[in-house]
């Protein structure tokens, strides 16, 4: 993790905690090694918002989730985090 805001709590009364996470790795395809190397905006409820806020940054973790819009009217992307483990592979892995 490499961004972290403070913890919100929604009108519904649910714990949101967004958070920007750095993918490193490298991945076959089409028979050819791929090194990708982005940055992911994600998002944590509930349960999952208390475990983002207890991650230090710079922890690599390894992710599962669902990407889906950032709202309603929005085409962008967020990933929302379903589970999380810390790893000691090089670099974050995201699944989703």
Do not use: Y
């Amino acid at each position: 993790m490499v961004e972290r805001a403070a913890a919100r709590v929604t009108p519904a009364g649910v714990r949101v905690v967004e958070a920007q996470f750095h993918c490193l790795s490298e991945v076959v395809e089409g028979g050819m090694a791929r090194t990708l190397d982005f940055r992911v905006d994600a998002v944590g409820l509930g349960s999952m918002a208390t475990e983002l806020e207890r991650v230090g940054l710079g922890i690599e973790l390894e992710l599962e989730g669902f990407l889906a819009p950032r709202s309603k009217r929005s085409a962008r992307l967020v990933l929302h985090v379903t589970g999380c483990r810390r790893t000691a592979a090089a670099g974050t892995v995201l699944e989703t």
